[in-house]
């Protein structure tokens, strides 16, 4: 799959990034004070003999008034001649780039001082001298605002191939994806959060004694919002508070229904940077391994497998599940008390609630347990959201583009009952759902291939998550169906969009394992 790689250049931007830090400096200005020299004796006595010279022709006081502005005259001709080649000499010597990628580990101190001669002059009698001044710079920015790669580089030209003219072989495959090396997606990865549009703080709605008196849809986990409430959790504002699962307990995975131990959900607050989960319930998967992975990625990105009692027991038998809790790069944690009889319903509280149960973690990648990695996660992360300058990124389904298609295929399939996906397609449309078109370019699908979800959490992808989930709690649990309601719904209010990657593009760094179970 490696193969895919294509366009890397060996060598590390680095370099470019400590320019771009060198916006954030201070400038102080180092004042070596002047030297003052006595004057020539001879030069003394001819002045005095020009002096009393003068002052036959006119009164001794106009003598000096003249004498006086021919000094100053003469100094300030100086000053400037001294000025102009100071200021030449620092605009050769002080180049700011201001252009280029920031956010490098290896970049300066922010810090750091230069010196820069400024000239000051004072009052008569006049005296030149150069003095400590300090230049504050503007303040560096509060928000990622994303980059691009040096020109030149071999992924700002890169564009898809034809698909392989291969008979034999049809449906969907992989294609493609310029990748750049793991050490430069680590080196770019952003250092301050990105923007959020709109909404800046969220709450999570909190029920000991719940309400179950609503219109319809809910559950102990989710809670019971009605039909207003989700219409307010849809007027996105700064601050909001709003269902998001865990609406029993203390906090997430504490009471709440999913429930974790205390040992796990200490060492999950502990991450604080990126998060690779995943989930296997009823043993119906069987675990991968993730390949090509940096051992700088196995030390600092956290690897959680998320397991029901059954799946643990499993494991135990045919898995090499120890006292450790780990297999491979994967902590196991088991969750109990599930919420939910419906398998795929809670395989959707890790998927879409990540941003919950790692409270501290920054970036997110989520693959199903069918699945396995064979991409460096800082890869994935910087070719589809920094690079993309994104938040949330998905891929869209290999066929389909309309939610009425997906809707009909789910029935045929027996997905769900088909009772309850018409209901939530017949509600959709009175909102104002339509099929997909042309119209809603440069949307290019409704319908997302679910099993891979990239996100960053800041306040407005965990919104989109909370109120997705909301949907799957509320409606049935197939999320296809509802995802492009609710990212049309934000969007409407913010500006907010989904970075909809190709799904051959998502075949290339996820493949699926097919593991044939004999039973006897």
Known sequence: ????????????????????????????????????????????????????????????????????????????????????????????????????????????????????????????????????????????????????????????????????????????????????????????????????????????????????????????????????????????????????????????????????DDNDLVDMEQCRGVVVASAIFGAFDVIQQPKNISEYSKRTICFYMFADEETEADLKANGGLDETRKIGVWRIVVVRNLPYTDGRRNGKIPKLLTHRLFPNARFSLWIDGKLELVVDPYQILERFLWRANATFAISRHYKRFDVFDEAEANKAAGKYDNASIDFQVDFYKKEGLTPYSEAKLPIRSDVPEGCVIIREHIPISNLFSCLWFNEVDRFTSRDQISFSTVRDKIAAKTGWMVNMLLDCERRNFVVQVFIFRLSF
């Not at 989710?222 to 269902?243: A, F, V």
Request: glycine share 8%; charged share 25%; proline share 11%.
């Open 1 to 260: 799959m490696n193969g895919g790689s294509l366009g890397i250049r060996s060598g590390s931007y680095s370099s470019l990034d400590k320019k771009q830090q060198q916006n954030d400096v201070l400038l102080p200005i180092q004042t070596p004070s002047t030297t003052k020299t006595k004057p020539h004796s001879k030069m003394f006595k001819d002045k005095e003999k020009l002096f009393r010279w003068a002052s036959k022709f006119a009164g001794r006081k106009r003598v000096r008034k003249f004498l006086l502005v021919a000094i100053s005259v003469a100094v300030f001709v100086w000053v400037l001649y001294v000025g102009r080649d100071k200021d030449q000499e620092n605009h050769n010597g002080l180049k700011v780039n201001d252009s280029l990628p920031p956010n490098n580990s290896e970049a300066p101190p922010m810090n750091e001082v230069q010196t820069v001669g400024i000239i000051n002059r004072v009052s008569f009698p006049i005296d030149v001298e150069r003095t400590e001044v300090r230049v504050m710079p503007p303040p560096p920015p509060s928000y990622f605002l994303g980059y691009t790669l040096p020109p030149g580089h071999p992924c700002n030209s890169f564009s898809l191939p034809p698909p392989p003219a291969d008979k034999k072989r049809t449906g969907p495959r992989p294609c493609p994806v310029c990748y750049i090396p793991t050490k430069d997606a680590i080196a770019l990865m952003p250092k301050i959060p990105s923007f959020s549009p709109v909404v800046k703080d969220l709450t999570y709605v909190y029920e000991e004694n719940l309400n179950r008196e609503t219109e319809f849809g809910g559950s102990d986990f989710g809670g019971y919002p009605t039909l207003k409430q989700r219409d307010d959790s849809y007027d996105i504002r700064e601050s909001m508070n709003l269902h998001c699962g865990f609406v029993k307990g203390s906090k997430p995975g504490h009471g709440t229904g999913f429930d974790i």
